[in-house]
């Protein structure tokens, strides 16, 4: 589970950082810099509970 705050998705920072936190969720190993040795799964997993997590912390400010 994980806390719903608000972040500033312009930022250089909240990306990578939401990147690794959802890796770590999901039991999917992420290195800095190249991870193309990773299953495109794996790696498709990631972005797409990151773009879920987007949603969620989007409609839990802003109603559905």
Do not use: C, Q
């Not at 936190?21 to 190993?29: D, F, K, M, P, S």
């Amino acid at each position: 589970a994980y806390e719903m705050t608000s972040r500033d998705w312009s930022s250089n920072v909240a990306l990578p950082i939401l990147k690794y936190e959802v890796a770590n969720e999901i039991g999917v190993t992420l290195k800095d810099g190249y991870n193309g040795d990773n299953t495109a799964k794996e790696n498709g997993s990631v972005g797409g509970y990151m773009v879920k997590r987007m949603f969620d912390e989007y409609y839990a400010k802003h109603g559905k």
